[in-house]
């Protein structure tokens, strides 16, 4: 009995490590009225551990036989699937009270070129490619440093309107 305890709790590490590769959300677009995760991930992977790590060393210690092992490995595993898909449907149902997304770093990475130089210090005027505008913003180097026009840069982020960028070769040799 202590093998089917065994597999069931490897069976169960197997499948949470494919959860955590993939997910339990619905790979199709859910309607309105549904929610966007399958609940039977959760509680299976959830029982599955439980009741063989439950059964196992209830059984192995000596202290059940058997047939006592996997009743209790079912009760306490079912209790933890429903523990741990109540959980799910909270997490799934959650929606962040305003957007995630942090507007001072909604340019980064973009490349883009220097069409004012910047000097030591100071700023200069860039442009980058955004759809099919080369909309042109004030920059600062990164470091304080001086860029030339015409020079490739890539934007690490905004503030107060302001790029701060940094030279594309030197992003290039980081990558």
Do not use: N
Not at 27 to 55: C, H, K, Y
Not at 77 to 92: M, N, Q
């Amino acid at each position: 009995m202590q093998y089917v305890f065994l597999t069931s709790f490897i069976g169960g590490v197997l499948l949470a490590v494919r959860l955590m590769f993939y997910g339990a959300e619905r790979r199709l677009r859910p309607s309105a009225d549904t929610l966007p995760l399958r609940r039977w991930e959760p509680a299976t992977i959830s029982f599955l551990v439980v009741f063989g790590v439950t059964g196992y060393l209830l059984t192995h210690s000596g202290r059940l036989s058997a047939s006592e092992g996997v009743v209790t490995g079912v009760v306490i595993g079912a209790i933890c699937a429903l523990v741990i898909t109540r959980l799910a449907i909270a997490a799934a149902r959650f929606q962040p009270e305003h957007d995630p997304e942090d507007p001072r770093f909604l340019l980064q990475g973009r490349v883009g070129v220097v069409t004012v130089p910047i000097p030591a210090g100071g700023e200069g005027v860039i442009s980058y490619q955004d759809v099919a505008a080369f909309p042109s913003i004030r920059a600062r180097e990164i470091e304080g440093g001086a860029i030339a026009a015409g020079i490739e840069i890539c934007i690490d982020h905004l503030d107060d309107g302001i790029a701060y960028v940094e030279l594309w070769a030197r992003v290039e040799e980081r990558l």
